[in-house]
Each structure stands twice: as structure tokens, then as C-alpha cells.
């Protein structure tokens, strides 16, 4: 098992910046790729994916050029830079795992195994 704990969340005025971090404990050497996802009201949505090494990084299109994935493993935590807010970024930001090494996949929500609880932002206008 993997317990995975988001933190970082809060409000923000739009154009500002928040840091999202993402705890990881437990088994995590079975995952590979880490994710972040966000859910307002209808679809969870794909922010952003890094491979274990950090060498692959993708991006949900609404975020690329705002945000930054990037991770520390020596800390087992993944975090979430998002710069220039909007109030469409509203939602709960979660953290998540896989062991899929196929980065054109990473998008694909089913195709993690182990979630945090979420932390929420808010960014008003």
C-alpha cells in the first residue's frame, strides 16, 4: 500500500501563486509515475504527470505554462508549482500514483492505484 497526503492548498487572489506538495509513504517503490489531478463540480480533470526519474513530464493543456511538476525522491514528495491563477483553477488538487510506465497514458485517471484525500484551492477573482 501507499498513503499519499496533498498539502498546500488555500486561497489565493487570481494571478497569485500556491505550491501544492504531495507526501509519499508506504510501498512507493512499486509506483512509478506521480500525478496531479483536479476535480470542481463534473470530470476529474489531468493536471500534470512525472516519470519516476523526472526525466518525462506531462501536462493537462488548461495548466502548461503555469504550472510546474517536479519531485524530490530522496523525500518521497512530489510537488505542484502553479503560477498565474485563475478562478477556473478552482477545484480539490489531488495527488495520485501509478506504476504505468507509458507516459501518453498518464492522463487516464483509471490508470492510477493509490490516491491522497485532496487539498483544496481556491483562487478568487
Known amino acids: 500500500q501507499v498513503q499519499l497526503v496533498e498539502s498546500g492548498g488555500g486561497l489565493v487572489q487570481a494571478g497569485g501563486s500556491l505550491r501544492l506538495s504531495c507526501a509519499a509513504s508506504?510501498?512507493?517503490?512499486?509506483?512509478?509515475?506521480m500525478g496531479w489531478f483536479r476535480q470542481a463540480p463534473g470530470e476529474r480533470e489531468f493536471v500534470a504527470a512525472i516519470?519516476?526519474?523526472?526525466?518525462?513530464?506531462v501536462y493537462g493543456d488548461s495548466v502548461k505554462g503555469r504550472f510546474t511538476i517536479s519531485r524530490d525522491n530522496a523525500k518521497n514528495t512530489v510537488y505542484l508549482q502553479m503560477n498565474s491563477l485563475k478562478p477556473e483553477d478552482t477545484a480539490l488538487y489531488y495527488c495520485?500514483?501509478?506504476?504505468?510506465?507509458?507516459?501518453?497514458?498518464?492522463?487516464?485517471?483509471?490508470?492510477?492505484?493509490?490516491w491522497g484525500q485532496g487539498t483544496q484551492v481556491t483562487v478568487s477573482s
Open positions: 516519470g519516476w526519474s523526472g526525466g518525462r513530464i
Open positions: 508506504g510501498r512507493t517503490f512499486s509506483t512509478n509515475a
Open positions: 495520485a500514483a501509478t506504476m504505468a510506465s507509458d507516459g501518453s497514458m498518464w492522463y487516464r485517471p483509471s490508470l492510477y492505484d493509490y
